[in-house]
């Protein structure tokens, strides 16, 4: 099973859409939330190219990007591949 993973933080609206936009397709996905860990958001920022906003999504491990990126792979249809579900 694909597994995704969705950093976030509470007053984001781009990770509630993300999270909307997992849930119409009927992906699990598994939150973390970085409001009260500033050094693991700062480790996932170093790891990942300096990318500092959120959400940050994975799909199995690989990073994405945030909303903006899973919703164009999404409406190019190469969200449902990433995700098994093709």
Same mark, same amino acid.
């Given at each position: ?6 950093? @976030?933080? @509470?007053?984001c609206?781009?990770?509630? &859409?993300? =999270?909307?936009?997992? =849930? $119409?397709?009927?992906? /699990? ?5 970085? !409001? $009260?860990?500033? !050094?693991?958001? &700062? =480790?996932? $920022? &170093? /790891?990942?190219? +300096? ?8 799909i199995? +491990?690989?990073?994405? +990007? +945030?909303? !903006?990126? &899973?919703?164009?792979?999404?409406? /190019?249809? =190469? ?8």
């Open positions: 099973m694909t597994k995704v993973l969705i950093y @976030t933080t @509470t007053v609206p781009y990770c509630n &859409a993300a =999270k909307n936009l997992f =849930k $119409s397709l009927n992906v /699990e996905y598994e939150e973390i939330n970085l !409001d $009260s860990d500033s !050094d693991l958001r &700062a =480790k996932l $920022s &170093a /790891e990942n190219n +300096g990318w500092r906003t959120v959400p940050m999504i994975f199995d +491990g690989k990073f994405i +990007g +945030g909303f !903006d990126d &899973a919703n164009k792979l999404h409406k /190019e249809g =190469k969200l449902l591949n990433l995700l098994g579900k093709n």
